[in-house]
């Protein structure tokens, strides 16, 4: 995700993928408005950085994902600082897991 436009995309695709209806979600996040997170899935609004991991939970989706995509396309000189400075904390669950994975075969003794 690197635009405005990308982030709404994704916004709008786990919403529906999550079952929940707009003010599910809202209270769910801590939005008092469900026609917010209508706004959200439209572009028609930023997330704030501080809702990221409450609605990713809400919509079952991966909170690293969603905040990488936010700090792209909303804030991509802080985006830079964070791929340069910590990219670990850029990392999702899933390539986590990857890491712990591999990780593990390595200490293992599986890959020498």
């Known amino acids: 995700m690197k635009t405005h436009s990308d982030v709404a995309t994704y916004i709008h695709n ?16 801590g939005f008092t408005q469900g026609n917010f997170v209508s706004m ?8 704030p950085l501080t809702r990221v991991h ?7 989706t991966d909170p690293a994902i969603l905040f990488e995509g936010c700090l792209a396309a909303y804030h991509p000189d802080l985006h830079r600082a964070f791929k ?4 670990s904390m ?3 669950r899933g390539e986590l897991a990857v890491v712990r994975a591999l990780r593990h075969a390595v ?6």
Not at 84 to 87: G, N, Q, R
């Open 84 to 87: 340069l400075l910590a990219p």
């Open 107 to 112: 200490r293992s003794g599986a890959f020498a």
């Open 54 to 60: 409450a609605l990713a939970k809400s919509m079952g």
């Open 40 to 47: 959200l899935r439209h572009g028609r609004s930023q997330l």
């Open 14 to 29: 786990a919403t529906a993928v999550s079952g929940k209806t707009n003010q599910q979600i809202a209270d769910e996040t």
């Open 90 to 92: 850029l990392i999702s």
